[in-house]
């Protein structure tokens, strides 16, 4: 909220072509980071129903969840760095987001897997809604970094 103050008051001086394009995308990555913040606690809270459930998510499945959590954090602190130091290299956001696509696709095969394996036993159909639920969020989250990538990449 109050990136998004700062703006509209930086907005109603006046602005070059440059500078108006500047603030645009600076509010368009404040509001990316938003919607990324609201995918994480849609995770948070879906794994919080899980563990409610009385479901543990086994091995592939949990590693790939942390995993993407530390690769949106990293991904997170990075573009913190870049965007106050302002050195206009983007290049490892790039590296981070292939890291992340191929984490969510681990995640993906990882979750088969857990179903296959649940499926034969005691399988908990609301708990496999629920990881589908988290799979969408971080099906979000990957494109709402994308999306700060690319207003970074237009604005500097």
Avoid: P
Avoid at 38 to 46: E, N, R, V
Avoid at 57 to 65: C, T, W
Avoid at 91 to 104: M, T
Wanted: glycine share 6%; with cysteine.
């Amino acid at each position: 909220k109050e990136v998004f103050d700062y703006l509209s008051k930086v907005m109603v001086g006046h602005l070059n072509l440059s500078q108006g394009k500047q603030v645009r995308s600076l509010a368009r990555i404040a509001d990316e980071f938003e919607s990324a913040s609201d995918c994480c606690k849609a995770i948070g809270l879906s794994m919080n129903e899980i563990n409610k459930m009385g479901t543990q998510l086994d091995g592939g499945v949990k590693e790939q969840l942390l995993k993407l959590f530390d690769l949106f954090l990293v991904y997170y602190d990075e573009f913190f760095t870049l965007f106050t130091s302002n050195l206009g290299d983007h290049q490892d956001l790039r590296k981070y987001s292939e890291e992340f696509d191929n984490a969510l696709v681990h995640l993906k095969k990882d979750y088969l897997t857990w179903l296959k394996t649940e499926s034969g036993s005691d399988y908990n159909l609301e708990a496999s809604v629920k990881v589908e639920d988290i799979i969408r969020a971080v099906k979000q989250l990957k494109g709402h970094c994308t999306n700060i990538l690319e207003a970074y990449s237009q604005a500097f």
